[in-house]
């Protein structure tokens, strides 16, 4: 059976990536994903404060779940007073290979479910990012 891959802070909970950007630290050598929420619906009408915190960013596939512990998370606020949420910046980083290759399958699976695509920030200019 396939299951749609998915994303949850809190179970039950579905949030929906923006965008992902993968980044290398270039003193340690550890990559690093960040993923960019500009919508978060653990946060809509409090449904956070009637679901159960899953401790961790869960990441769920066919393949199984993965439980990932955020390194930074970043709220962005805009807006005239500065309280319109504007997104959230997740990043965990990935040590292993091992993880790191079920991580990418992970996010190739999102993003064909969820018409996604893969863009170079050094690919000309008349390629989608």
Known sequence: MMTAPSIQFFDGIF?????????????????????????????????????????SLSLADEEGNIAVEPSNVRFIFSGPEGDDFERLECSFEVN??????????????????????YGDREAPATHAA
């Open 15 to 55: 949030e929906e990536i923006s965008s992902i950007s993968l980044r290398r630290d270039r003193r340690t050598g550890a990559r690093i994903v960040v993923m960019i929420f500009e919508t978060l619906r653990c946060i809509e009408r409090f449904r956070a404060l009637t679901s159960r915190f899953s401790g």
């Open 96 to 117: 292993r290979e091992d993880h790191w290759e079920r991580i990418m399958r992970f996010l190739n699976r999102y993003a064909e479910a969820n018409g996604l695509g």
